[in-house]
């Protein structure tokens, strides 16, 4: 019923548009809360390609690396490695690149024993090629790779410098093993270690690569290395061989300056001993450094010119890990 | 006297012309000649500022280096000293800043022992003061500046390679002696070396200045150092003190990063004890750490803020003097 204002019809009129806007809003907010109610739950999402990763994986890609190891014949090591690689700090991820071509992968025990700090990818390979590896992963989240061998143990301290210095040398290969060509009068290059002649640039040594066996690089790389001339290729699968130094080539020319930066491990350990399989690494083959020198003429072919430069910097942690490791007598 | 073509007019005019034109240019190459002759010698010039050098002196200011030292009351030690940095290569010329006020520098002397491998020049001071060496002294034509304590000798081989290594970070200080600050809780900075607390950035030591007395840094700091606010140099005045902490906040103004990139030296000697004069440096006087304290403090006041940055990076130099001093048991 209306009061005083019923009384005028133009009022009347308003009364009942009155009631029907009131009606209409009402529902339309009824509507608004259902239909709120009924959005997706948007996830935190700091990662550029977006997977369904578990909460856990809070570090932005920024900050941590991927890890990517390549395995053959020797799981007993991959898994005892990988007890240790998965608590490394800033590790983002593990991409396992299968190398044994028909045999089933460990995942499903891997999942038995979880959870685990990070996760960890098997990518199963079809045939067993060295550059395996070296593929662009699309896993990979990471601006920063560490790329290890699956009988290389080095210590988390190791890696977490390791890992710093590579944020400030982002461009190079920042590793633990550092190698080198040398000029010889008749202008074919050998390729060695610290056993061979120095190159002769002031004294000490030099070191012209540095093995992507134990290092840091930009995963950029990975796609520049599916860029490369076919021959590189061809000469990787020939020798089952020198990926890393046909890493060093083109991190060598695309920077200009010397491809790797060498910091000295305080714990490195080769776990190849303490295998179950019995199998030996690739080194120990007879042919193993021939085929290296070789490939490193054959790279200078293929690429016409020798790309590699020599450096004599090599890196430590300062007071680590003895606190006065920098003290002289002064 | 002509012979057949005299007769024709048009012709007797014709060889007047040619013996008065031979004549003139006879005449002129003469004179060309004797102006040829009189021309004085171009001297080989490749510095910027071109002074009269002697003409050993072919080392280009981009590949060489300037000793600047400081003496004060040690010109046995001194002297010393530069028969030793005289003879380093890539040494461009030696700056000594005199402090001996009054007394007359060791110049006749040094010459009447001549020759000498590079220019010496005494820059004869009116008042002892600590921050005298940071003077833009016009003498310096090199884009590096080596700065020694008279006190202080490093081997040539570490200054060769600190040099190598100043190249790929010139917007640094790079030298042999590191130092750091750290923050207290009360937000009083403290100074010091590895005795004291590491500023807990991840495992290991840290340092945030890399102290001048023995390093390499751009020259251009010096003239950076003319334009600093006026409580600069009246702090360095009353300690005489703090000149080194004060170019290590310049420096990390300037770049924003790290001030300094420690080198650890092979060899490096304090020939204090060596002296006959027996003055000790000015770091024996009880106050010299708590004033190198109250310095830093004094300089976040005056710029307003930290601007020391830490880095834990140590370089040595790769398979020297030991050849293999990177072996690691793998």
Not at 11 to 39: D, E, N, P, Q
Not at 115 to 137: D, G, I, W
Not at 260 to 286: C, Q
Request: positive net charge; aromatic residues 10%; contains cysteine.
């Amino acid at each position: 019923r209306c009061f005083h204002f019923c009384k005028l019809p133009g009022r009347v009129m308003g009364i009942r548009l009155l009631r029907f806007t009131s009606v209409v809003i009402i529902v339309l907010l009824l509507v608004a809360g259902a239909l709120t109610a009924l959005l997706p739950t948007i996830k935190d999402d700091k990662l550029p390609n977006s997977r369904r990763e578990p909460k856990t994986q809070s570090q932005s890609a920024l900050d941590s690396f991927t890890l990517i190891m390549q395995t053959y014949n020797r799981t007993d090591l991959l898994l005892k490695l990988l007890n240790h690689y998965q608590a490394i700090p800033q590790l983002h991820k593990v991409i396992v690149v299968w190398n044994n071509i028909g045999e089933k992968t460990p995942e499903e025990m891997w999942n038995s024993l979880g959870p685990h700090p990070v996760p960890v990818v098997f990518k199963v390979q079809t045939v067993n090629r060295m550059r395996n590896r070296l593929q662009n992963f699309p896993d990979l989240e990471t601006k920063a790779v560490l790329m290890m061998d699956d009988d290389t143990l080095v210590s988390a301290h190791d890696l977490a410098f390791a890992f710093s210095v590579w944020k400030q040398f982002p461009e190079h290969i920042v590793g633990f093993v550092p190698r080198k060509h040398i000029s010889t009068p008749s202008g074919v290059y050998s390729y060695g270690s610290f056993e061979l002649q120095n190159p002769g640039f002031g004294n000490g040594d030099q070191y012209s690569m540095v093995l992507i066996g134990a290092a840091f690089f930009h995963s950029g790389y990975l796609e520049d290395f599916q860029r490369q001339p076919e021959p590189v290729y061809a000469l990787i699968d020939e020798t089952q061989n020198c990926d890393d130094i046909a890493m060093n080539f083109l991190v060598a020319r695309h920077t200009g300056k010397p491809s790797g930066v060498f910091v000295k491990p305080v714990d490195i350990r080769n776990l190849e001993k303490d295998t179950n399989s019995g199998y030996s690494g690739m080194w120990h083959r007879a042919e193993h450094l021939l085929q290296r020198s070789y490939c490193v003429n054959k790279l200078v072919n293929i690429y016409d010119g020798m790309p590699l430069k020599y450096s004599n910097i090599m890196i430590s942690q300062f007071g680590f890990p003895n606190y006065a490791n920098h003290k002289n007598k002064m």
